[in-house]
């Protein structure tokens, strides 16, 4: 702000003048007139100190305390005036309250104390030798902006070991309040954090990473934020930083692109998705390592196997060429192997979870990012560390592949290319997610049974393996399991599945209908409605079926179309008439037959 602020600075410092002279020049009101004056001369004193400043003032508050100080001598040179000798009638008429100036005073000494603090905030650390700022006039009705002002400050102008607790405590701040961290945003707080990111000692870059992505919850704040330049700078420390920093930097990707999914395609383009899957391919897939076990059965060849290998080698070559390339366009090159095969291994597991954590949110609803990933080892990586990962590992690996898979059920090109039937990659994925699901696992089961969901469309008729499992979750479970079973399994019996014959045949089968019946009559209500949809399919696609009549789901139904909660959903209403009419032509009857 070096030009910036002596154009600020002028105004004020030549309406001082002008109060000076005309405090020399009052004829009424003397005392007063020199105390103002005594009181301007030091405010001007400290004006014209700040406009020959070897340091930079900070903007955010030089601007507004400028102006204020200029708002300030603007009245007390109107008031001054008023006591100049210039016209007899024009003293008789003017009144001045002698409070007035004790006011005026009182403006003007908090103006003096407000460029003094100005001066000291943005002085540098070795100047002010832990000389305590104190709390300018200016903030005194909003203190936490003082405190945000002087931790930027720091960020400017303070040590390493500074500017690191200045971060340090921006990131408290900001998790504490939303309406601190928009405030942090706006007194320009995210250039000096982007530069500790580059330049920080590694506590100080953690701490400044960790502080833009708690900044960014919202979609102005993230705009602003990549506006600075946060692509760019995350992606040079995916490259090079130390573990610990790029796991932060995962992290706050992640964050910031959960709450504005617009920023997921300039990550894109900043290479950052390659570099995320390259930390999740690390020690997960190492080329001369890397062997997929897939049961060799009716459904599995040995063909099927080689089509395993050959896919391994296609991404291998794909991600060699991907590297190479990369190293030509960007220098200096990737932080060496030898390098992170000395982290510790929390260090490593922390970063493949927040790896896998980033690249869920940046693949959500995007076909791109998906396409992406899904042509690099990634899918294979995820089958793994489902299996061998920690806990968050596990977790975020479980719901990149919800992320994925939920892209694939409306992008049919992406589903038929990368889960298509004989593709060992979804092979893998739907054994190692059958594994999850069958035990319970309760941290992993939500996102393992959406994504069996999602992929619904990719079964064959023959393949009902998947069914049976989720048909028991509707027995055992909390509500939330109940609700996710039932909308995944409505997938495969839904008109829109090709199969959904054989698919409802095979819920029946398993014993379906008798699950969703209880959890009509007596789930809550977010549970009711998705088993009842559920039990609608199967109704209408398997009417004339013996254990529907057995289990008198006409009854069901019948008492359901007379629920309000049916009433308030026109979809769930139809759909409900349709089951109703096909079970009362196939079992209106003969369901008393059965019995």
């Known amino acids: 702000m070096a030009g910036l602020e002596k154009q600020l600075l002028s105004q004020p410092i030549h309406l001082a003048d002008r109060v000076i002279k005309a405090a020399d020049e009052a004829s009424t009101f003397k005392q007063e007139c020199a105390e103002l004056k005594f009181k301007t001369e030091k405010l001007a004193s400290l004006l014209r100190r700040a406009a020959r400043t070897s340091s930079v003032l900070y903007e955010r508050p030089a601007r507004r305390i400028i102006y204020e100080t200029e708002q300030t001598l603007d009245k007390a040179l109107a008031l001054v005036q008023k006591c100049l000798a210039n016209d007899v009638m024009k003293r008789v008429f003017t009144i001045i309250p002698t409070t007035a100036f004790r006011k005026m005073l009182s403006h003007l000494e908090n103006s003096i104390g407000d460029v003094s603090w100005l001066l000291r905030v943005s002085a540098s650390a070795d100047d002010l030798d832990d000389e305590y700022l104190g709390l300018p006039p200016i903030a005194a009705n909003e203190p936490i902006l003082c405190l945000i002002w002087e931790q930027i400050a720091i960020l400017y102008t303070g040590s390493v070991d500074d500017r690191s607790d200045a971060a340090a405590s921006l990131v408290s701040l900001a998790r504490d309040n939303d309406r601190y961290g928009k405030l942090i945003i706006e007194e320009g707080g995210i250039p000096p954090l982007l530069k500790l990111v580059k330049e920080g000692n590694m506590e100080g870059q953690e701490n400044a990473a960790r502080a833009i992505g708690l900044l960014g919850r919202d979609q102005e704040s993230v705009e602003y934020i990549i506006h600075a330049g946060v692509c760019t700078v995350f992606a040079k420390m995916l490259k090079q930083g130390p573990m610990k920093v790029q796991a932060v930097v995962a992290w706050a990707v992640s964050e910031l692109a959960a709450n504005y999914p617009k920023c997921q395609d300039l990550f894109d383009h900043h290479n950052i998705i390659r570099l995320l899957v390259g930390h999740l391919v690390f020690e997960t897939a190492e080329d001369e390592h890397v062997q997929i076990t897939i049961p060799i059965n009716k459904a599995t060849s040995v063909l099927a196997v080689v089509m395993a290998r050959n ?259 026109e979809t769930l209403e139809a759909l409900l008439e349709d089951a109703k009419s096909k079970l009362e032509l196939y079992q209106s009857r003969g369901s008393r037959g059965f019995h």
């Open 311 to 569: 896919h391994l080698n296609a991404s291998k070559a794909m991600d060699k060429y991907d590297n190479d390339d990369q190293q030509k366009r960007n220098q200096p090159s990737d932080t060496s192997s030898k390098d992170r095969e000395f982290e510790d291994p929390e260090t490593k597991a922390t970063m493949k979870a927040m790896a896998a954590k980033a690249l869920s949110q940046l693949a959500k609803g995007n076909s791109s990012i998906c396409r992406s990933i899904t042509q690099s080892r990634a899918l294979m990586c995820f089958v793994v560390l489902l299996e061998k990962g920690t806990e968050d590992v596990k977790y975020h690996s479980a719901m990149a592949l919800m992320e994925i898979t939920a892209v694939a059920e409306q992008d049919t090109d992406l589903r038929r290319s990368t889960f298509k039937h004989n593709s060992p990659a979804c092979k893998a994925i739907i054994d190692q997610l059958l594994k999850i699901i069958e035990r319970a696992d309760h941290n992993l089961l939500i996102p393992c049974i959406e994504t069996i969901g999602n992929l619904a469309r990719t079964f064959r008729a023959t393949e009902s393996r998947m069914i049976a499992p989720l048909v028991k979750l509707l027995d055992e479970g909390e509500d939330e399991v109940y609700r996710e079973a039932s909308i995944a399994l409505t997938k495969f019996a839904c008109t829109e599945n090709y199969l959904h014959l054989d698919h409802s045949k095979a819920i029946i089968q398993a014993g379906g209908e008798k699950h969703l019946i209880q959890l009509v009559y007596f789930g809550e209500l977010i549970v009711q409605l998705s088993a009842l949809y559920l039990l609608c399919y199967i109704a209408m696609h398997v009417p004339d079926s013996e254990e529907l009549a057995q289990a008198e789901v006409l009854t069901v139904l019948e008492w359901a179309s007379k629920q309000s909660f049916v009433a308030q959903d």
